[in-house]
Nanobody, 121 residues
């Protein structure tokens, strides 16, 4: 049974940092992605990583502040967020898919439960 479990969210002040973790079990996937969603808006692609070769992909607006990485031994993907802004407030989801990278959330087969990130100004 495939399971993705996110941890690391919380309430932080603007300018702070967080590291979100996504532990995967059950099988490995070619692409692990991070998305975020605020109430009333569509889920938004944030970052992704090719599990095998480590190629990373980032939403243009978060480049320089967000970093995605993985630890193969721990079957875990990380999203490091620096210099948090109130606009980063959202539920962050980890997702997994086979095949090639995509920003389209409908192509991801498995999802975690989400972790809330709230940034206060």
């Amino acid at each position: 049974q495939v399971q993705l479990v996110e941890t690391g969210g919380g309430l932080v002040q603007a300018g702070g940092s967080l590291r979100l973790s996504c532990a995967a079990s059950g099988r490995t996937f070619n692409v692990m992605g991070w998305f975020r969603q605020v109430p009333g808006k569509e889920r938004e692609f944030v970052a992704a990583i090719n599990w095998a070769i480590g190629t990373t992909y980032l939403l243009d607006s978060v480049k320089g502040r967000f970093t995605v990485s993985r630890d193969n031994a721990k079957n875990t993907v990380y999203l490091q967020i620096r210099n948090l802004e109130p606009g980063d407030t959202a539920v962050y989801y980890c997702a997994a898919k086979p095949g090639v990278f995509s920003r389209d959330d409908s192509t991801y087969n498995y999802w975690g439960q989400g972790t809330q990130v709230t940034v206060s100004s």
